[in-house]
């Protein structure tokens, strides 16, 4: 019988579309004589139809469906970990290591996937050099693998492979090489920062700064063990990648190692089922205790997903726990019971503690309103601080310094000044590089502590971009229908015309963070800054800006945009809100779905659409023509597109490039049309017309797009919800959708299917935009049918009075 070579074990709770995911990575492999141990840890989905798609990965199932328990000195559960019902991933682990029967072993989270090749190239290195593990890369990321391996296979070779495609941050791994000048005194300086009594080796110069710090642990091993100099070099690099670089003890992890299983069992290591949280530190600390080989191995690379939605599908890191500080000092103390005193891996834990209490605890001693902070949980933290080495205190820096002493004496009033100065210091830094600071403080110890006004109304549009939308015209009706009841603050800014009497701030300053917290009503079109907090009596109207055709928050699988916690935010935003405006029924049921939204929604339609419903139009039309000087004597043709998620500077500025062939529509067009360019308020870039400036005209920066609707007798644009707004007008729409693809199936996802559904053609080359533009009666007639039932689905409700519907109902007038 051929002996098993591989047991790759994976713990599964919960998230099905994960898991497909991870068994994808471990088919590309290119594995053979290997077994996949799933071991389904109280779950509730269905993974038997998944299963049986992946029999080729050699899916083997180990079931713990038991009662959960854990002998903890501390008590039990908390709340939070008994609502999750799973035994644990340590208990899971365990139970895969005693069904293994692989000569290698490798785990991998159900929610995480690995690049192609990985296991092949750990499994050879381990092989020819017999090492106890081998181990490679660990990448973070918060997009699923296909997204992920599109976003490689786009970047140029040369660009950092230590940085997630992603992310657009660098990985808190050993990976970050970062080249930079080195001298050989400089070298040797680093290496006895923390050991200046020991002997330096002879520290060749152009080192990477991974090899420089790598340099350092080997530098401190030296004087602990008479270890020949190639397994010093080896243990080095694996106290580097494994301890030393992970911050804490919550990211030391075994992901992304190979183990030879013999040497697991031999020296009897296995996960303590206690431990929620920390049970990968104890694991690893007793690896690295026990090594003698190990090999890094740069091109095998783990994947770690972050998790985009902690609402539904909370990642273990994301989860809120009473008991994980007791845990953590239970995982600590186990893991310095396997290191003998004053050796190298101590130190290492050591300091991770000291680093620990100073950053994470002592905040706590100000700012938490719980005693037990400052009284049980301080005696625990100061008896395990006492006997970390005194040696290591002495050399800590002054405020690190301060505070342990403060914690050795037992003096918790001490510790709390101590803490208490320090991060009033970093606050007032803080205020000087950036006013805003000044301002959310002020709000929050303040502002926030002064009376609701019962009739002030506070109003901001596309963040303060403009003076538009739906807050417009309720803003409108209001003023004009019960002029003097009500003060009004506009956030806007830039200068622009604002009728009736008001009061104008700009976004982020003292004086808006001072009516944020004052006004009753709030009145926002997109969501209100994170760190606003519902007052008492505080009334927030929440109007939307369109019917969604994209999916939106927690009805997307992915966030693809600069945001990537863009779901928690939401959801902590939206709480807020008391009333969202829908303009029909199909935004209702996807904003219930989307925003997990359970209080009153307003079926009026949008306030912003009561102009296309006006009697006068027409002459509003002639008037805004004249406005933006565009010729009487020509049709008018609205290019509205939206942003593409994953093109971004950063949060909220978002990159665009005209796909539109500007040159060609005018050569072909340029006698009868002209062209109005409308960009998404999230784009930045400015779109360049030179040349064009008789043809088309860029109206981005034009405050009221219902009214670019208006003077236009055709609307062309891609994703963005503006059709759902200009079928009102019933005036031809075209689809240029040239990107559909992508934009579907990785990007976003729609609510309805586009192709079908939609009141226009969808075009994928600027040549058949031309030829339907030049088609377009006979294109309006073939859509007819569809149209007016589109119209009916979702332009039935808008009647134009929608800001008095809502105004009477929000406002009790």
Known sequence: MVNMKLSIIVPFHKGIHFLEDCFESIRDQGLTNYETILVLDHVEENVSELIDMYQDINIKTVELNGEIQRDRNYGKPSVEQQLQGFSGVASARNAGLDAASGEYIYFLDSDDYILNGTLTMLLKEAEEQNADFTYGKKASTWFRRMVYLAALAEKNEETSEEQDPGDHEQSDEHEQVVQEQTVQEQLRQEASENNPDSTDMEAPVNLSRRERKILKVQNKLVEATGMDAELLKLRAEAYHSLLVTRKGLRNISVLGILFRKSFIDENRIRFNDDYIFFSDSTFVVQVLQKMNTAYYVQEAVY???????????????????????????????????????????????????????????????RRSEKETWRTDRFDMMRSVMQEVNPEIIKH????????VKALLKGNVKRATYVVSRHLGLKKVKKIRKNKRVFAYYLYHKFFT?????????????FFGKSYSDSPKYIYEYLSKNYPGKYRFIWVVNKRTKIPYRHTRVKRFSIRYCYYLARCKYDVFNVRQPEWVRKREGNVFLETWHGTPLKKLVFDQEEVMGASPLYKAQFYKQSRVWDYLVAANHFSTEAFRSAFLFDKEILEYGYPRNDILHSENREQIASEIKKKLRIPENKKTILYAPTWRDDEYYGRGEYKFALKLDLHLLKKELGKDYVVLLRTHYFIADSLDVTGLEDFAFNVSKYDDISELYLISDMLITDYSSVFFDYANLKRPILFYTYDLDKYRDMLRGFYMDIETEVPGPLLFTNEEVVDAIRDIDHISAQYKDKYDEFYERFCSLEDGHAAENIAKRVFNL
Not at 449 to 461: D, G, I
């Open 396 to 403: 800590l820096k002054k405020y690190k310094k301060q505070i």
């Open 449 to 461: 502590k002064m009376s609701v006004k019962e009739n002030w109304v506070l109003c901001e549009s």
């Open 303 to 365: 994947v770690k997903r972050k998790h985009n939605d902690p609402i539904h599908y909370p990642a273990l890191s994301q989860l809120k726990a009473e008991d994980k500080f007791e845990e953590y000092l239970l995982a600590y103390k186990e893991c310095v019971s396997y290191t003998a005193e004053g050796s190298v891996l101590r130190s290492y834990l050591e300091n991770k503690l000291i680093s620990y209490y100073a950053g994470t605890y002592a905040p706590r001693l």
